[in-house]
């Protein structure tokens, strides 16, 4: 097979064994980058435990990936028209490999999270390019079986990186979980030159708007930044102060030029069509709901159980591999049946799955964890196809483009955000449960004081001496309070999570409306 040089070569001039080559090369780089979004949410008690921080610092290296994947989406466009699509392709997985680099050799969580954040810009660059790529060399009447190949590596990659990530750890160190993905970026950057399509554009490097780029990622780390660190530097503190006035002003000042701009980043004349408008609503939840709960469940299941990484990861497999099984007849059934009903069931599916987690202890089985857990996952399979097909009907023609980058930027929003404020919400609930626990630890608590005398008999027992008694039982009673403090915390964070999720049913039934309204 020889090379491919050009971007203009139609889609009929490529072989069906070039097609495959071009599709498994451009997938490796895809399917590595996908993995790094979820293989670290099995790492977060190592992370805790490593660097001595609490969950709202750690829960950075989720979503500074996260973060930067969405902002650096709207890069995609002009890295393709500055390098082409070949140069694009190795430059992306380039920095991916440094971000893998920074993030497996540093000792310290700042350069850590940075780490992330290079690993995060390029998967943000490299999901639009590969989707653009399978697009254009699959013609038309074989661009869905390209676009389900596509669909089923971006379902199946964030459900392989748990497990991966667990055995991992179990076997070598959190640190590698970084360098685990490594062998796919290598087959991308070595036969990306040779069979990715395309030369770089002569003439100038083509215009973008960075203002409205750098306002836009200012914004984001802003709003974050309130949302992960307002536990830790007090909602009244300066720091807060700043970050919250910031975000309102690069908010606003990002917000102004988009609505002045010929070609805006986000184009908010969208938003006039309501059916959009609540497609793009649900698109946010839908986002909260699938990475906070990829981030929750491996956490809980390690925190609170006690289970291995690998046990962590192996406990989503089912339900991510029934995710990826179903979408092709919940796609086939979007067409048969209305959109605002099978969003609905979905979004019901999910909130039942997300309530039952809300029950879990210490005490639920693996079998009942995993069910939960496929309980949700099954709802987001009816959620998917029909919120885009009724988002793009909504639209015209001409809007498509910037509609479906509205669209996924709002979905990965969501999913950024939903991590940080789970977080927040479990963090302050642990609290709040652990106060009010404290406070009935009184001599009058006769189950307190039966705990504290065993404790002490088996102290004894062991010949430790006796002014060790108390200290012993008291401090094995507050390990007691915390940890019932913290599962009690992750309890009402799922329960905030399926509430959530049905208060999305308001703009889910708003979606009945087939004409577009201006609003």
Known sequence: MTSVTADERGAEEYSPTERWIITIVAMSGMFCMFISATIVNVAIPSVMGAFGVGQDQAQWVATAYLATMVASQLLSHWFVRAFGMRLSYVIIIGIWMLGTLVCSTTTTLDFLILGRVLQGMGAGVMQPLVMVLVFKVYPADKRGFGMGIYGMVATLAPTFGPLLGGYVIDYFSWRTIFVAPLPLAIIGMVLGPVFIPGEKPRGPLPRFDWSSYILLCTALLCWISVWSNGQRWGWDSNSMLYAILIGLIATTWFARIQLQADIPLLDFSLFRHGRFTAAVAVSFVFGMGNFASSYMVPVFAQVVQGFTP??????????????????????????????????????????????????????????????????????????????????????????????????????????????????????????????????????????????????????????????????????????????????????????????????????????????????
């Open 310 to 519: 690998s046990n962590a990861g192996l406990v989503m497999m089912p339900a991510g591999i029934l995710l990826s099984a179903a979408l092709p007849f919940t796609g086939r059934l979007s067409d048969h049946v209305p959109a605002h009903i099978m969003v609905m069931i979905g979004i019901t599916l999910f909130a039942a799955g997300a309530f039952l987690m809300s029950g879990a202890d210490v005490n639920t089985s693996f079998i009942s964890l995993m069910i939960f857990i496929v309980i949700s996952r099954f709802g987001l399979a009816f959620i998917l196809p029909s919120l885009t097909t009724a988002a793009f009907s909504a639209l015209d023609p001409d809007e498509l483009n910037q509609g479906s980058g509205a669209l996924n930027f709002l979905r990965q929003l969501g999913g950024a955000s939903g991590i940080s404020m789970l977080v927040l919400t479990m963090e302050q609930r642990a609290q709040f449960h652990g106060d009010n626990l404290t406070a009935t630890q009184t001599p009058e608590n006769s189950v307190s004081r039966e705990l504290l005398g065993e404790v002490g008999n088996i102290m004894s027992q062991h010949g430790l001496p006796e002014p060790l008694h108390a200290l012993g039982a008291l401090h094995y009673l507050g390990e007691i309070v915390y940890a019932q403090a913290y599962t009690l915390g992750f309890k009402d964070g799922f329960l905030v999570l399926a509430f959530v999720f049905l208060l999305a049913l308001i703009p889910a039934w708003t979606m009945r409306i087939k004409k577009t309204t201006e609003i």
